[in-house]
DNA sequence: TAAATTAGCGTACAGTTGTAAGCTCAAAAA
DNA sequence: TTTTTGAGCTTACAACTGTACGCTAATTTA
């Protein structure tokens, strides 16, 4: 096998083992080097042919959720255009993005509010473009002007990211009521932007 | 020095110091025993003297916190009583506990999404007092029914909490247009659901 | 084919952690 | 006054951490 693909490979067992040590009680910051290389199947010192750092794994693996984060994205533009509301279709989707991509929403929520600067700022990073494409979106459906559209998408952002963390971890009738309760709230914010563009 | 006091000061210095090492960079679940007996001045096998485990101090620390926002509460009526309007007075109270209780606020903020189940369900807890509060403050002062009511409540809480953790390490500056944004979104929140429950 | 590169390993070490065991000595109780 | 209690201490240990150093063996390059 070549060299470049086994590197690859092991890398990629690398990503794996931290994703999967990232479960309901375990934070970027209490996971080891030496428990990373446990999992992945490898010698603790192995880990410095790959990255310099638990600090620049960590890195990637934001970088793995902002990309997962995105195609949540693209799949629930594509829902929208093919009809169901645009609110419905957008929670709908995101409620099961968290269900099947368990630890990578987590890990974003996490770090978002974690301990390292570094982390906070990535995964900052990849809310605000979720900000951005709602706010273009916003005002190209609505016709509202960019301040106000850009207000209520981020209120919109900040409610949805607040019950996904309340999701993550309910049992599934809770995660449905969750839900319909997010798509009333969200309504609510839709409805009182339009009416602040009114006056 | 009468012993019972003896030990209650040293309880304190053991608390205080963990909140000074809940800075920008540490989480309950990243101070260890042994640097808390250090700065608090104590010999490490001494703490368990005053708790069973770091867990314990931790949902002490938790409760704390949430004293200290059950204050922020009642302060916030107080002023409200006294003029000026609801979602403006609310917001630059808690505008201002932020800067004051720095650390008391991050730890509520990190531990909401921390990787400890008990301190996660101890935060929770202390923001359904909130929740709750609102909620009856809403139904009283507007007469909105009681679902509506909550669901308004819940998003406003949820969005204060959000804006709060951007405003925690935010520069001054930053911190005034964030909290009247803020106040923007809470009145978008207030008046979606006021034509919701007019529908 | 010979030489160079490099992913992965084993060993080693100093630093940290939680906590068990038992001592001291001042305050409280008898 | 004598006895009991208990907060705080010192010492000790096993477990874990990150990472430095140098080796091996297989792939890649020359």
Known sequence: MSRQLQKLRTRRSIIDAAFSLLDEQRSLSSISLREVARVAGIAPTSFYRHFKDIDELGLTLVDEAGLALRQLMRQARLRIASGG??????????????????????????????????????????????????????????????????????????????????????????????????????RFIVDGALKASQS
């Open 85 to 186: 509301g645009v609110i419905n279709t957008s929670v709908e989707t995101f409620m099961e993005f968290i269900n099947d991509n368990n630890n990578v929403f987590r890990l974003l929520l996490r770090e978002h509010t974690g301990t390292s600067v570094a982390f906070r700022a990535a995964v900052l990073r990849e809310i605000q473009h979720f900000n951005v494409e709602l706010t273009d979106y916003t005002m190209a459906t609505t016709g509202l002007k960019s301040t106000i559209a850009n207000l209520q998408a981020e209120a919109m952002v900040k409610l949805v990211f607040s019950t996904g963390a309340e999701a993550l971890d309910a049992a599934p009738e809770r995660k449905k009521v969750l839900a319909e309760r997010l798509k009333l709230q969200l």
